[in-house]
C-alpha cells in the first residue's frame, strides 16, 4: 500500500493504485473495496485521508476527490503538482505534499486549498505533532514547520518516505536502506528500529509508476505501510 489512515470508526483505509480498501481491523477482517480504479476513479490512488466520515483519495494526477456517504465522489482539488502524499489534519481536512514545488498544502474538505510552507527540497510526507506542529520528510532530512516558520531541521537521512509522530518521537521510513529509523524530537539521537525490512520495490534500481512507503501513528504505535509486499505491519514501541 501506498497510503494509510484510520477513519473516526477505527477503520483503515489504505490505497494500493488499483483501489482504496477499508478494513475493520487488522488482521482479523478482510479488506473491502470502497473505491477502484476505472469502475470508480479516474486515476492511481496513491493515499488516502478523511474529512468527518468521509474518505478522501489522492490520485497520481493530483487530484483529491472526497467520497459522500451516499457514494459519490466530489473533487475538492485538482492540477496539484507532483503530489506525494496526503494525510488527514486534526481539525478536518487534509495536508497534500507537492514534491515538485516543495510546498504542503492544506485542504478544507471543502474545496478551499492554501499554502502552509513552500521552498522545501523534494518533500515527501507530513504528519502532525500533538501540538499543531508539521513534521516533513524531504531530501536528506526532516524538516518541522509551526504557525508558518520552520522551526527545527534534522539531516542525515538517505530518501526518507513515511513520517509519524507519537509524542517526542519522530518514526521515518527510508526504503532504500529497507529501515524505519526513530528520532528523538528532544535530543535528535535515532536509532534503527526495523532493518532488512519490505519497504521499496522489491527489485532494487527497478522502476515504477509511484513507488511510497507509508508510516501511520496509531495509539501507541506505528502502522506501516510496505510495498515490497503488499503487507501493514504493526511497529510496537518498547
Excluded: K, Y
Excluded at 487530484?63 to 482539488?77: F, M, T
Excluded at 532488512?196 to 508510516?215: E, I, N, Q, T, W
Aim: charged share 25%; net charge negative; aromatic share 2%.
Amino acid at each position: 500500500p501506498f497510503g494509510l489512515d484510520r477513519m473516526p470508526d477505527g477503520s483503515l483505509l489504505t490505497a494500493d493504485a488499483l483501489a482504496v480498501n477499508r478494513t475493520d481491523s487488522i488482521p482479523e477482517s478482510d479488506p473491502l473495496v470502497i473505491m477502484s480504479l476505472l469502475a470508480d476513479l479516474p486515476g492511481m490512488a496513491i493515499d488516502v485521508a478523511h474529512h468527518g466520515d468521509d474518505p478522501l483519495v489522492l490520485l497520481a494526477r493530483g487530484q483529491v476527490l472526497r467520497r459522500r456517504s451516499d457514494g459519490h465522489l466530489d473533487p475538492i482539488a485538482g492540477r496539484l503538482q507532483d503530489a506525494t502524499s496526503m494525510t488527514s489534519a486534526r481539525g478536518g481536512g487534509a495536508f497534500v505534499v507537492e514534491r515538485g514545488t516543495g510546498r504542503v498544502l492544506r485542504l478544507d474538505g471543502e474545496g478551499g486549498v492554501e499554502p502552509v510552507v513552500a521552498g522545501l527540497d523534494r518533500p515527501q510526507a507530513v504528519a502532525e505533532a500533538a501540538d499543531g506542529s508539521l513534521w516533513i520528510s524531504r531530501a536528506g532530512g526532516l524538516t518541522a514547520v509551526a504557525d508558518g516558520h520552520v522551526v527545527a531541521s534534522i539531516d542525515g537521512f538517505d530518501d526518507p518516505h513515511g513520517i509519524a509522530v507519537l509524542d517526542n518521537d519522530i518514526f521515518v521510513a527510508e526504503p532504500t536502506n529497507r529501515r524505519v529509523v526513530g528520532v528523538s524530537r528532544l535530543t535528535g539521537a535515532r536509532r534503527d528500529l526495523v532493518t532488512g525490512a519490505p519497504l521499496g520495490l522489491a527489485v532494487r534500481d527497478a522502476r515504477a509508476p509511484h513507488s511510497f512507503s507509508p508510516l501511520l501513528a496509531d495509539g501507541q504505535s506505528v502502522l506501516v505501510g510496505c510495498d515490497g509486499d503488499g503487507s501493514v505491519r504493526r511497529l510496537t514501541i518498547s
